[in-house]
């Protein structure tokens, strides 16, 4: 197990699974076939270093504290690489399982989200925006549906589940900061058979312990799985995945710019 910092320099090493986390002790035996895991402090993670490293894979656990900001540092830097989401607790051997995550700022344009989805979601895709602020999501669906994209709206944590119960989303985006619940309706989406990607807008108040407190859910816990599956899972569906956005490539046009801000 080593961390970032001690990455050995020879061009000979193992492939490296990359997992942001705090929590390095969980991850120090955790390997997927000729993989090593290498653990990623959040706190003062440079895109540059990380990007050096080459990970095959790049996961993030929602529950470390600092794990937003740390993608975002990363985007904000550069880092190409797809974010893929899990949340996990120190004290537990098992983890829940997401799909690949963005993150975005709570005040943003379309240039910028556009950017993100470029590649990673095709146009036509169906999107559940999730949050309690219409003044900024019905322009947000406007904006969507007129580059292709087939949108549902949610305004609360009940709402999001049942609408998520009907529509197959290839994508959702959830405002954290909606009271209520939103950490929650993230953790249920591993519930699902195939699980959606997330753009997230990050909450007002401590998301990492939010996300931690969904694993206290029977329901959750019960879709738990060790770190290697979850871990294994991400290589081969990532493997996948990128070769269906290497077919979607450039499907999502440029927007006109229209600016969003979640921060009233």
């Not at 799985?225 to 979850?230: C, F, G, K, N």
């Amino acid at each position: 197990m080593t961390t970032l910092r001690s990455l050995p320099s020879s061009p000979a090493r193992r492939p490296s699974l990359a997992v942001i986390d705090a929590d390095a002790s969980s991850w120090s035996t955790v390997e997927v076939g000729c993989h090593r895991t290498t653990t990623v402090p959040p706190a003062g993670v440079r895109a540059q270093d990380l990007a050096a490293t080459t990970p095959v894979r790049t996961i993030v656990n929602l529950a470390a504290p600092g794990a937003l900001d740390a993608v975002a540092a990363l985007r904000a830097g550069g880092y190409p690489r797809r974010f893929w989401g899990c949340i996990a607790h120190p004290t537990s051997p098992m983890a829940l399982g997401l799909g690949m995550v963005e993150v975005m700022p709570r005040s943003f344009d379309t240039t910028a989200l556009f950017d993100r989805l470029r590649g990673w979601v095709p146009r036509g895709a169906k999107v559940v925006a999730v949050g309690n602020r219409p003044e900024a999501f019905m322009p947000l669906r406007t904006a969507l549906t007129r580059e292709g994209f087939s949108v549902s709206l949610a305004w609360d944590a009940g709402q999001a589940n049942d609408l998520l119960d009907m529509v197959d989303a290839d994508l959702v985006i959830l405002d954290l900061g909606m009271p209520h619940g939103a950490h929650a309706v993230l953790a249920k989406l591993a519930q699902r058979t195939t699980v959606p990607n997330v753009v997230l807008l990050p909450g007002r108040g401590d998301d990492a312990a939010a996300f931690a407190a969904t694993l206290r859910s029977g329901k959750i816990i019960a879709k738990t799985r060790t770190r290697h599956d979850v871990l294994e899972t991400f290589l081969h569906e990532g493997e996948s995945a990128a070769r269906q956005t290497s077919r979607i490539q450039g499907t999502v046009g440029a927007p006109s710019l229209q600016h969003f801000s979640m921060t009233a």
